[in-house]
T-cell receptor, first 109, second 114 residues
Framework: GNSVTQMEGPVTLSEEAFLTINCTYTATGYPSLFWYVQYPGEGLQLLLKATKADDKGSNKGFEATYRKETTSFHLEKGSVQVSDSAVYFCALNAGKSTFGDGTTLTVKP | EAQVTQNPRYLITVTGKKLTVTCSQNMNHEYMSWYRQDPGLGLRQIYYSMNVEVTDKGDVPEGYKVSRKEKRNFPLILESPSPNQTSLYFC?????????????FGEGSRLTVL
């Protein structure tokens, strides 16, 4: 079956640091890939997505590139802010959704 | 406003007392799904539906039932809740029937079974 493996957390960074959260997947066919963010006490919301190989999703300074050859979709941001503190989920979607376990990010001033 | 609405948001109940968590979306989405979120286990899919009267099991369907009689509603039914069903539940919908598109999530329903 399909699976998503995310970098384990929690991750703690200082403001303006560079962020990478690793995500790799196994899937049959050609799934769409997503990063969702969950702020405290809220539901998940889409951060960015990519629907085919080599696509780059980007939003709010975050980026991730769909790498078919390495089956990866790593999340990056050049300079994090305190407001980026949240739980980040990598996911693939091919009818039956599959999520990673989530990575908790804390950004300190 | 486009949204997915779940009710109740919080519920404490006792073992064996049937309960229903409602989910409604106003975006005319064909695909709807239920998840549970548990510490250390991430988000796991319970059931999903690609169309009215069409439902399929996700990864953890045991102890749950769903129905999809109308496009906008997808209730989650716990016929005889047990303490291991204490969890945070999310309903989601997608404009893609196959579920390939973005998922829109409700705010969550926190259920405690004593």
């Amino acid at each position: 079956g399909n699976s998503v493996t995310q970098m384990e957390g929690p991750v703690t960074l200082s403001e303006e640091a560079f962020l990478t959260i690793n995500c790799t997947y196994t899937a049959t066919g050609y799934p769409s890939l997503f990063w969702y963010v969950q702020y405290p006490g809220e539901g998940l919301q889409l951060l960015l997505k990519a629907t085919k190989a080599d696509d780059k999703g980007s939003n709010k300074g975050f980026e991730a590139t769909y790498r078919k050859e390495t089956t990866s979709f790593h999340l990056e941001k050049g300079s994090v802010q305190v407001s980026d503190s949240a739980v980040y989920f990598c996911a693939l979607n091919a009818g039956k959704s599959t999520f990673g376990d989530g990575t908790t990010l804390t950004v300190k001033p | 406003e486009a949204q997915v609405t779940q009710n109740p948001r919080y519920l404490i109940t006792v073992t064996g007392k049937k309960l229903t968590v409602t989910c409604s979306q106003n975006m005319n989405h064909e695909y709807m799904s239920w998840y549970r979120q548990d510490p250390g286990l991430g988000l796991r899919q319970i059931y999903y539906s690609m169309n009215v009267e069409v439902t399929d099991k996700g990864d953890v369907p045991e102890g749950y039932k769903v129905s999809r009689k109308e496009k906008r509603n997808f209730p989650l039914i716990l016929e005889s809740p047990s303490p291991n069903q204490t969890s945070l539940y999310f309903c989601a919908s997608s404009p893609s029937r196959q579920g390939h598109g973005e998922l829109f999530f409700g705010e969550g329903s926190r259920l405690t079974v004593l």
